[in-house]
C-alpha cells in the first residue's frame, strides 16, 4: 500500500491487531532494485509503499483498506502534503483477484459515500515486484521518535489514528 511516504504508513499499520508484519519499500517502477535516492527521483515509476503480512482471521483486507483510506488523501495526484511526484501516490498493489475486487468496491463507496470532496485517485495495480528500503527506513518512527518529521508529522498522525481506531488496535 502506498499512501505517501512510507515511514508514516509504517508506523500506523505496525499497530493494528493482526498485522504480523510491515516492511517499507518500493513498488510500481521499472528499475530493477532501485536505491532510494533512485526513487525520490520520481523516475523510477516506483512509490515508496509498505507491504503488510497480516493474519485475515484476526483483521480483513477491507479493514485494512479502510484504515489505508482513513489515513492519507486518497484524492491528491502524486502527491501527499510536502511530498510531491509519482513516489508518493496513493496506490493499493492487490495480489489477488479478490483484493482487486475489494479494493474496487471499498473505493467506489467512499467516492459514492461523498467522504471527500474530490474523487478519489488511488490506482489499484497487480502487485508485481516489491524492493525493501534501506535499513534505514525500516521501523522509522520507533528508532527516530525524537528526529523533527517524526515529531511534527507521524506523531501527530498517530495521535489521531489512536483515537479513530483504538479497537482494532495491539
Known sequence: MATGCFWCTEALFQQLNGVKSVVSGYSGGHVENPSYEQVITGR????EVCKIEFDPEQISFEELLKVFFNTHD??????????????YRSAIFYHTEGQREIAERVK???DAGGTWKNPIVTEITPFEKFYPAEDYHQNYFRNNPNQGYCRYIIAPKLQKF????KLKLE
Open 44 to 47: 523510477t515509476g516506483h512509490a
Open 162 to 165: 489512536e483515537k479513530v481506531f
Open 108 to 110: 467506489s463507496e467512499l
Open 74 to 87: 486518497p484524492t491528491t495526484l502524486n502527491r501527499q502534503g510536502n511530498d510531491v511526484g509519482p513516489q
